[in-house]
């Protein structure tokens, strides 16, 4: 059954966590790996409701701890049967979000520490008129291109180059239309996808707290980050 949408906000936002995370080791599924007491899902959970802009909130929960996830979040939450690829899930919680919805937002419950005012400044982005809007940061590393063989072949210039995070906003007509032309397979950045339509992608500045949690030494950060006055805050006054 599904919930209510809240009248306080004008965005809807979806949140593939359907997947193992491998890369993380042995254990549960990546979105309900254990950080600080809980899991990486209930963080991100609690950062997005914070958001003032989001009014509905669908989670796309591994198909066998479905109910498990439901008794983990508020009841406002939407949770969903995630597909076999997080495009597939991405797909099925759309379809949970009610037509009032024109603006979308896909977030990564591996981000699970993004600021409110991340989820904000995205939505603000679309709400101004751009169809698909994603957060980025400069890249920091020298990038060198290599071969088959290992050799590097080139020094890339990076002051062109972005590191891209979620969550990734569109106007959901936009999003709705990349899905179905999609092709086969799993894509793991839905902006990849509306750009394969034409659509022209617009940056905003990203947070250095929306870190992606992908190994384990990932966790450990966050456990530190946790812990920290800042993040305790959510971000509020370093992020916005």
């Not at 597909?83 to 009032?100: D, H, K, M, N």
């Amino acid at each position: 059954m599904t919930a209510q949408p809240s009248p306080r906000g004008d965005v809807a936002v979806l949140v593939p966590a359907a997947g193992s995370g491998v890369r993380l080791g042995a254990g549960a599924p990546k979105a309900l790996r254990s950080v600080a007491g809980r899991s990486l899902l209930e963080h991100a959970v609690d950062r997005v409701l914070a958001a003032s802009s989001v009014g509905f909130l669908v989670i796309a929960a591994p198909p066998s701890d479905v109910d498990s996830v439901r008794s983990l979040l508020p009841p406002e939450v939407v949770v969903v049967s995630g597909g076999a690829t997080r495009q597939e899930s991405v797909a099925r919680a759309l379809a949970e979000v009610p037509e009032r919805y024109e603006i979308v937002l896909v977030h990564d419950a591996a981000r699970a520490l993004a600021p409110p005012s991340l989820v904000d400044s995205v939505a603000a982005a679309v709400r101004s008129g751009h169809d698909a809007v994603i957060p980025v940061l400069p890249v920091v590393d020298t990038v060198k291109a290599v071969d088959d063989a290992d050799l590097v072949v080139g020094t890339v210039d990076r002051s062109a180059l972005r590191a891209v995070q979620t969550p990734q906003g569109f106007r959901r007509a936009v999003l709705a239309k990349a899905h179905a032309a999609a092709p086969a397979g799993d894509v793991s950045d839905d902006a990849g996808l509306v750009e394969r339509l034409g659509v022209r992608v617009f940056c905003v500045p990203g947070s250095e707290l929306a870190l992606k949690i992908t190994r384990p030494f990932d966790l450990l950060v966050a456990e530190v980050l946790l812990g920290s006055a800042t993040l305790r805050a959510w971000g509020t006054s370093a992020e916005s």
